[in-house]
Nanobody, 114 residues
Framework: VQLQASGGGLVQPGGSLRLSCVAS????????GEWYRQGPGQQRDLVAG???????NYADSVKGRFTISVDRAKNTMYLQMNSLKSEDTAVYYC?????????WGQGTQVTVSS
């Protein structure tokens, strides 16, 4: 099973990005998922999560700006990021729950800078 994250890049403060995390190699679809981020010299922190029932949770620092979602038909998880700030700069990682296991994807760099 592989999770492929994409959608990162350089964006100005106030801008938006949408990260995608596509699952492949499994007969199961993404049932739940999480996005984490890790800034330079920092630990990896949970940013957003969505459970099997569709309920979501967010870190306080991103509430009202980020939205996590799952499209099971496309086996893809998303993180819509709006009103980006310089402190959102980090490598973003996805983690998906397929079958009975959690799997990590590789990171995608998000840089917020003018």
């Amino acid at each position: 099973v592989q999770l492929q994250a994409s959608g990162g890049g350089l964006v100005q403060p106030g801008g938006s990005l949408r990260l995608s995390c596509v699952a492949s190699g499994s007969i199961y679809s993404i049932k739940a998922g999480e996005w984490y981020r890790q800034g330079p010299g920092q630990q990896r922190d949970l940013v957003a999560g969505i459970n099997t029932g569709g309920s979501t949770n967010y870190a306080d620092s991103v509430k009202g700006r980020f939205t996590i979602s799952v499209d099971r038909a496309k086996n893809t998880m998303y993180l819509q990021m709006n009103s980006l700030k310089s402190e959102d700069t980090a490598v973003y990682y996805c983690k998906g729950y397929l079958g009975w296991y959690w799997y990590w994807g590789q990171g995608t760099q998000v840089t917020v800078s003018s």
